[in-house]
């Protein structure tokens, strides 16, 4: 779906004290769309003080329902190497201001990161903080559907303080006999209870799942920190889990953690932009971030995923050239560009 539609904030729950739930309805009245649990919206923010909207992709945090939407946000904090730096823009923006009456404007659902239909399938969840939010959807949408199918949900957070969703998932384990749910706490405080708040100390040990680590049928879906997804695609490799039944999907740009290229330099605004399949030429404008922020802004659609050049997604026939902001995972090839990373460094036309 490329349109953008307005949704009204219909119900705002903190769950921890860094991650509010967003109830949405549409304003049209109109059905929700269906969506593949695991997707997520494009959210289009006009945040105040700012001239240019923000985009941020959201996951749903539950299974389809015809009543809602449901995305859950957590309010990204500084990096603990430089707690000078403001914390998150739109998650800050989510958390702290948008509140119950409020209208947002979103694209989607959107994404391929979606758990298998078929029933032999033994999906094993894999969740670190934040990166729940999809697994949840989908662990919800499984056992709702098949409360046979048996699966494993592994949720790693530092404590009780930041563990979200708690309730939902215990209501889940009572729907599914054969399903194995366990929490992980990294660093448990005094007060937290193993047994009774969390289920083992430590890391997240993919060893928990036992015989149907090997199984052909396992699939295994990681969202969470990248150090985390890094570690636990490492330990699968090792026993023996082919690459394809590792599904990933990265919140953050992996590809700029783990690497030490300088950033370039953006592009001038001398330069014009032809999105040929729109008819339209555009000057551009040094305000954007990225070509495919500039494209969205002038209501060009271009389909994208991670905003950050790791999946691919936005991947568009380029004439001209263009500089880089940072580097990206995918590497384009000639006469190809990721416009999400991107901006033009000379006139360029995009097959857009
Ligand atoms: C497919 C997908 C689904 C997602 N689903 C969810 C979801 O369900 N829930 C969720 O909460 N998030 C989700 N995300 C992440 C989300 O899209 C945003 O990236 C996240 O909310 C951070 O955005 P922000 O604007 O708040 O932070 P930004 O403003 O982009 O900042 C990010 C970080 O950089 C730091 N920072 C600020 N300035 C600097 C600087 N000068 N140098 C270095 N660092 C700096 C900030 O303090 C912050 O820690 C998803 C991402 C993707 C790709
Ligand atoms: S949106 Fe993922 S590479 Fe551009």
């Avoid at 990166?131 to 098949?146: C, N, Q, W, Y």
């Avoid at 100390?201 to 997804?229: E, K, N, Q, W």
């Avoid at 783990?258 to 953006?266: F, K």
């Amino acid at each position: 779906m490329s349109a953008y539609r307005k949704y009204r904030i219909v119900k705002k729950i903190r769950e921890t004290d860094h991650i509010a739930s967003f109830y949405l309805q549409p304003v049209d009245g109109l059905p929700l769309a269906d969506f593949r649990p695991g997707q997520h919206l494009l959210f289009k923010l006009d945040i105040p003080g700012r001239d240019l909207p923000v985009l941020r992709n959201y996951s749903f945090s539950s299974a389809y329902n015809s009543s809602f939407y449901r995305v859950s946000v957590k309010k990204e904090a500084p990096p603990r190497t430089a707690p000078q730096l403001a914390p998150g823009i739109a998650s800050s923006y989510l958390y702290d201001h948008v509140k119950e009456g409020d209208i947002l404007e979103a694209k989607g659902p959107l994404g391929n990161f979606c758990v298998g239909e078929e029933n032999n399938e033994i999906p094993v969840f894999i969740a670190g903080g934040i990166g729940i939010t999809p697994l949840l959807s989908m662990a919800e949408a499984v056992l709702k559907t098949d409360p046979r199918r048996r699966i494993h949900f592994l949720y790693g957070v530092n404590n009780r303080r930041e563990h979200a969703f708690g309730e939902e998932l215990r209501t889940l384990r009572q729907l599914s006999a054969t399903s194995r749910f366990l929490t992980f706490y990294a660093l448990p405080e005094e007060s937290d209870q193993q047994g009774h708040h969390y289920d083992r100390a430590g890391f997240i040990s993919i060893d928990a799942i036992g015989d149907d680590l090997l199984h052909v049928d396992t699939r295994f879906y990681l969202c969470g920190p990248a150090p985390m997804m890094a570690f636990i695609t490492e330990a699968l490799q090792q026993r023996g889990v082919e690459n394809s039944r590792i599904l990933t999907e990265n919140f953050t740009a992996a590809s700029v953690e783990e690497t030490d290229e300088e950033p370039v330099a953006t592009g001038s605004s001398a330069f014009t932009v032809e999105f040929r399949r729109s008819g339209k030429t555009l000057s551009w404008d040094d305000r954007f971030p990225s070509l495919l922020e500039f494209a969205e802004y002038n209501d060009i659609d271009i389909s994208s995923g991670c905003l950050f050049g790791d999946c691919g997604t936005c991947l568009t026939k380029l004439q001209g050239e263009v500089q880089y902001k940072h580097p990206t995972m995918v590497k384009p090839g000639k006469g190809e560009c990721l416009p999400c990373s991107c901006v033009p460094a000379s006139d360029i036309s995009l097959d857009a």
